[in-house]
T-cell receptor, first 112, second 115 residues
Framework: QKEVEQNSGPLSVPEGAIASLNCTYS??????FFWYRQYSGKSPELIMF????GDKEDGRFTAQLNKASQYVSLLIRDSQPSDSATYLC????????????FGPGTRLSVLP | GAGVSQSPSNKVTEKGKDVELRCDPI?????LYWYRQRLGQGLEFLIY????????KSGLPSDRFSAERTGESVSTLTIQRTQQEDSAVYLC?????????????FGPGTRLTVL
């Protein structure tokens, strides 16, 4: 059973701080990693993806991947109240789309 | 259309009735996914279609659930003899090729309530 784990939260950070969201996965052969944001009552939307070890930056967001330790994280710099949402980690174990496994999500609350 | 669309947006039904949920993927996307999301929970994979290949039905929770897709376009998810535990948001997503590195684009979902 392939598993993706996240701390359910809520994770509360003050406005302007760095929010750090973590995700671990069980399938060592996983190759593609995605972070989705889901506002309450809305559908998930892609924030960013990462395939290689190391950091990938996109604006205020940085994804970090460590395949040896089987974790992927998302850092949000200068957090804003509008970042308050549930963040879903998704992992794909192979070349075929049906191997996507989503984590339960971490609820982030950015306090003004 | 510009994005994935789903209908109806909300469906309230009585226990034991059948329901049909519809998904229109992004034009040109060969892969289509159905997920179920119970309140406060993560996404649960149900079924995956890719082109003309046989669908991956490994996530369907029981034989009351079935899905079809017409070519590379519309898909319908059918739940027969609905139960209260079927109450959830059903999300459809599509991606260009269905590869492991593909981005999935989600529809707005259908909120199903079984009374």
């Amino acid at each position: 059973q392939k598993e993706v784990e996240q701390n359910s939260g809520p994770l509360s950070v003050p406005e302007g701080a760095i929010a750090s969201l973590n995700c671990t996965y069980s399938d060592r052969g996983s190759q593609s990693f995605f972070w989705y944001r889901q506002y309450s009552g809305k559908s998930p939307e892609l924030i960013m993806f990462i395939y290689s070890n190391g950091d990938k930056e996109d604006g205020r967001f940085t994804a970090q991947l460590n395949k040896a330790s089987q974790y992927v994280s998302l850092l949000i710099r200068d957090s804003q109240p509008s970042d308050s949402a549930t963040y879903l980690c998704a992992v794909n174990g192979g070349n075929y789309g049906q191997n996507f496994v989503f984590g339960p999500g971490t609820r982030l609350s950015v306090l003004p | 259309g510009a994005g994935v669309s789903q209908s109806p947006s909300n469906k309230v039904t009585e226990k034991g009735k059948d329901v049909e949920l519809r998904c229109d993927p992004i034009s040109g996307h060969t892969a289509l996914y159905w997920y179920r999301q119970r309140l406060g929970q993560g996404l649960e994979f149900l079924i995956y279609f890719q082109g003309n290949s046989a669908p991956d039905k490994s996530g369907l929770p029981s034989d009351r659930f079935s899905a079809e897709r017409t070519g590379e376009s519309v898909s319908t998810l059918t739940i027969q003899r609905t139960q209260q535990e079927d109450s959830a948001v059903y999300l459809c997503a599509s991606s260009l090729e269905g590869s492991g590195s593909d981005t999935q684009y989600f529809g707005p979902g259908t909120r199903l309530t079984v009374l």
